[in-house]
């Protein structure tokens, strides 16, 4: 389940955006319970591009370990 700030990177090559997979962006609005509003910006902060994607279009990057049920 992807959430409001998640930082995600992208499946799939979006050419007519020129974005590319694997770019990196943050959620910053969920639209609907599959779509959700994902802004990218560059190393300074600024925003190159802003769009709404569907879930299967995104992984969410995950930055500590996975916890062990113990």
Excluded: C, W
Aim: zero cysteines.
């Amino acid at each position: 389940m992807l959430q409001l700030l998640d930082v995600v990177a992208l499946t799939e090559d979006l050419p007519e955006r020129d974005l590319l997979r694997g770019q990196v962006g943050t959620i910053v609005e969920i639209l609907a319970p599959d779509a959700y509003e994902v802004e990218f910006s560059d190393n300074n902060g600024r925003t190159y591009a802003m769009l709404a994607l569907r879930g299967d279009q995104l992984m969410v990057l995950h930055y500590e370990p996975a916890q062990k049920a113990g």
